[in-house]
């Protein structure tokens, strides 16, 4: 089976640009959850989508959203980028209702300039 | 609410040599424990899980870990390193109070050398 694939991998903007990052699950996996990881901060839970619904959020502020599609592809976007959001965004993959083991991505190398 | 330690930054070691990567947790119900690998430039790889059962947890690359619950302790350990094995390490806990997202340690950069 194919792994998690994330697209772009790298990506520059400018502060007060909006980007939209995509991630394709593990065929027949329904949940996909992201990750932001940065230096200081390290590995955060943004959100978690399941069968199209958002099922979890982490603590980050509206500008941060997602969405998933029937096919359980996932994007997330990102409005009105500041300087401190430059990170690797990381999406992971999951094929069970309530608990599971996830699988991630290579990530996305966000910068903002 | 649940959060991770890894007790160590880094940790070097010399090829061949015995490793042990620690973390500690604090939560207040059952958990389910990780521990993750990270490659330069990589995404995060499974190294094992402990959801239940035997409290010693074998995963890939010779990795194991031990859960103990008095300690509230999931340390990792391999026997022999190899140079291959130079990464980040993260341990992290999932809980259901949380929707099972996965709470990250700050992580532990392995460094091997001959």
């Known amino acids: 089976k194919a792994g998690v694939t994330q697209t772009p991998r790298y990506l520059i903007k400018t502060r007060g640009q909006q980007v939209t990052l995509s991630c394709s699950p593990i065929?027949?996996?329904?949940?996909v959850s992201w990750y932001q990881q940065t230096p200081g901060q390290g590995l955060q839970f943004l959100f978690e989508?399941?069968?199209?619904?958002?099922?979890n959020k982490g603590n980050f502020p509206g500008r941060f959203s997602g969405r998933q599609f029937s096919n359980s592809r996932s994007e997330m976007n990102v409005s009105t980028l500041e300087l401190g959001d430059s990170a690797l965004y990381l999406c992971?993959?999951?094929?069970?209702?309530?608990?599971?083991?996830?699988?991630f991505g290579p990530g996305t190398r966000l910068t903002v300039t | 609410a649940q959060s991770v330690t890894q007790l160590d930054s880094q940790v070097p070691v010399f090829e061949e040599a015995p490793v042990e990567l620690r973390c500690n947790y604090s939560?207040?119900?059952?958990?389910?424990l990780f521990w993750y690998v990270q490659y330069p430039n990589q995404g995060l790889q499974l190294l094992l899980k402990?959801?239940?059962?035997?409290?010693l947890v074998k995963g890939i690359n010779g990795f194991e870990a031990e859960f103990n619950k008095s300690q509230t302790s999931f340390h990792l350990r391999k026997p022999s390193v190899h140079i291959s094995d130079t990464a980040e390490y993260f341990c992290?806990?999932?809980?259901?109070?949380?929707?099972?997202?996965?709470?990250f340690g700050k992580g532990t950069s392995l460094l091997v050398t001959p």
């Open positions: 992971a993959s999951s094929n069970r209702d309530g608990f599971y083991e996830q699988y």
């Open positions: 065929s027949g996996h329904r949940s």
């Open positions: 989508y399941f069968s199209e619904t958002q099922r």
């Open positions: 939560s207040s119900v059952s958990v389910y």
């Open positions: 402990y959801l239940s059962g035997s409290t």
């Open positions: 992290a806990v999932s809980e259901p109070n949380s929707g099972y997202a996965l709470n």
